[in-house]
């Protein structure tokens, strides 16, 4: 159920990497994709998680959680509430790892190695489905950032204007079938995207998968101007960066997920305001990428995090409505093979309001 994500070069001064499925394809972190980031002193500072720090100091309790990719200003606010230690204020000794194209959150949580993940509604929808009793608690985007790139000469108004033209993608991305589905896409040149721009480069006229928060940047930065169709903008309700637990844990530890949940919220409030102090310490577990890059990603994303709704409902906002809708746009595409109960799929009931 993880979604992979692929290196990708533009022409041979730059290494990019980008996302696959609903996840941003980041740079990988120099110590590599299983360092384990705790907080049980300031600052992440390592201790004995689970222990009393200090005299008078209450006992923290152990939480772990995996990053659907590698450290990135997409997972901002969970790096916020670490560094500002709201998880420890919290009572939880917190540790973060980072994901990766060995890493998946799904099967660490699945199989009681993590405690927490980071993935999407529609993937914990498709995990319920094969036996997989994930939980999503916090969606950290109210829509995917995703976007389809075309070149900034080309004409294109709308996904109807997708028809006759080459896009790469990989196969089976599940926005691409909805967008095929919905707008009759059935002219289009299909050809399989692995990892490296070069081939949308060179190729005028086609559009190639990515993130609004990553590829534009990359490409502006080697002078190559680009536009972009967003994928929320056709239809596709999908919550992303959604924080996730097991049904077994939920029962077993729930003063740990409300603590966990209302700290990250905490955190992602940070983090629109001060990302610029947070994403330094974001790049010391990944080395490889430009803080430059995380202030980008970090503005592009405001509008995907704070909105109308979480404005008045608070970060992290989901209701059964959306999720219901989510679960029938997988069933008219084939991505379900049958309805279920998507009160199962999602509590929100431990995300603090608005203030």
Same mark, same amino acid.
């Given at each position: 159920?993880?979604?992979?994500?692929?290196? +990708?070069?533009? /022409?041979?001064?730059?290494?990019?990497?980008?996302?696959?499925?609903?996840?941003?394809?980041?740079?990988?972190?120099?110590?590599?994709?299983?360092?384990?980031?705790?907080?049980?002193?300031?600052? @992440?500072?390592?201790? @004995?998680?689970?222990?009393?720090?200090?005299?008078?100091?209450?006992?923290?309790?152990?939480?772990?959680?995996?990053? /659907?990719?590698?450290?990135?200003?997409?997972?901002?606010?969970?790096?916020?509430?670490?560094?500002?230690?709201?998880?420890?204020?919290?009572?939880?000794? +917190?540790?973060?790892?980072?994901?990766?194209?060995?890493?998946?959150?799904?099967?660490?949580?699945?199989?009681?190695?993590? *405690?927490?993940?980071?993935?999407?509604?529609?993937?914990?929808?498709?995990?319920?489905?094969?036996?997989?009793?994930?939980? /999503?608690?916090?969606?950290?985007?109210?829509? %995917?950032?995703?976007?389809?790139?075309?070149?900034?000469?080309?004409?294109?108004? /709308?996904?109807?204007?997708?028809?006759?033209?080459?896009?790469?993608?990989?196969?089976?991305?599940?926005?691409?079938?909805?967008?095929? $589905?919905?707008?009759?896409?059935?002219?289009?040149?299909?050809?399989?995207?692995?990892?490296?721009?070069?081939?949308?480069?060179?190729?005028?006229?086609? =559009?190639?998968?990515?993130?609004?928060?990553?590829?534009?940047?990359?490409?502006?930065?080697?002078?190559?101007?680009?536009?972009?169709?967003?994928?929320?903008?056709?239809?596709?309700?999908?919550?992303? *960066?959604?924080?996730?637990? %097991?049904?077994?844990?939920?029962?077993? $530890?729930?003063?740990?997920?409300?603590?966990?949940?209302?700290?990250?919220?905490?955190?992602?409030?940070?983090?629109?305001? $001060?990302?610029?102090?947070?994403?330094?310490?974001?790049?010391?577990?990944?080395?490889? +990428?430009?803080?430059?890059?995380?202030?980008?990603?970090?503005?592009?994303?405001?509008?995907?995090?704070?909105?109308?709704?979480?404005?008045?409902?608070?970060?992290?906002?989901?209701?059964?409505?959306?999720?219901?809708?989510?679960? *029938?746009? =997988?069933?008219?595409? @084939?991505?379900?093979?049958?309805?279920?109960?998507?009160?199962?799929?999602?509590?929100?009931?431990?995300?603090?309001?608005?203030?």
């Amino acid at each position: 159920m993880k979604r992979n994500r692929t290196p +990708m070069t533009v /022409g041979i001064a730059v290494l990019l990497l980008v996302a696959a499925g609903c996840s941003a394809a980041k740079n990988e972190p120099a110590s590599g994709a299983d360092a384990i980031t705790e907080q049980a002193g300031d600052n @992440g500072s390592n201790a @004995g998680s689970g222990e009393a720090a200090g005299d008078g100091a209450k006992e923290l309790q152990k939480a772990h959680l995996v990053e /659907g990719w590698y450290a990135k200003g997409e997972d901002g606010g969970y790096f916020a509430a670490l560094q500002q230690n709201y998880y420890k204020d919290a009572g939880i000794a +917190m540790k973060i790892q980072p994901g990766g194209p060995q890493v998946s959150g799904l099967q660490l949580v699945a199989s009681g190695q993590a *405690d927490f993940g980071i993935s999407y509604a529609d993937d914990i929808l498709r995990a319920r489905e094969q036996g997989i009793p994930v939980v /999503g608690l916090l969606a950290g985007f109210q829509y %995917t950032p995703q976007v389809l790139i075309y070149h900034a000469e080309d004409k294109i108004g /709308g996904f109807e204007d997708l028809r006759g033209r080459s896009v790469f993608i990989q196969p089976g991305v599940l926005y691409w079938e909805y967008i095929k $589905h919905k707008y009759k896409l059935t002219d289009v040149n299909e050809m399989n995207y692995n990892g490296q721009l070069v081939n949308f480069l060179k190729t005028k006229g086609a =559009l190639n998968q990515g993130y609004i928060t990553n590829e534009p940047y990359a490409l502006g930065e080697q002078g190559v101007k680009v536009n972009v169709l967003k994928i929320a903008d056709s239809g596709y309700a999908n919550y992303c *960066d959604v924080l996730f637990t %097991t049904e077994d844990y939920l029962k077993k $530890h729930p003063d740990i997920v409300k603590a966990v949940v209302q700290a990250s919220q905490k955190g992602w409030a940070y983090y629109l305001d $001060h990302y610029k102090t947070v994403n330094p310490f974001i790049q010391t577990y990944n080395k490889d +990428m430009a803080v430059e890059a995380m202030d980008y990603e970090a503005e592009q994303e405001k509008p995907f995090i704070l909105n109308d709704e979480t404005k008045t409902s608070g970060i992290g906002y989901m209701t059964a409505d959306r999720w219901s809708l989510i679960q *029938d746009q =997988l069933l008219e595409i @084939g991505g379900l093979k049958a309805k279920q109960d998507v009160s199962k799929a999602f509590d929100a009931s431990f995300l603090e309001a608005a203030q």
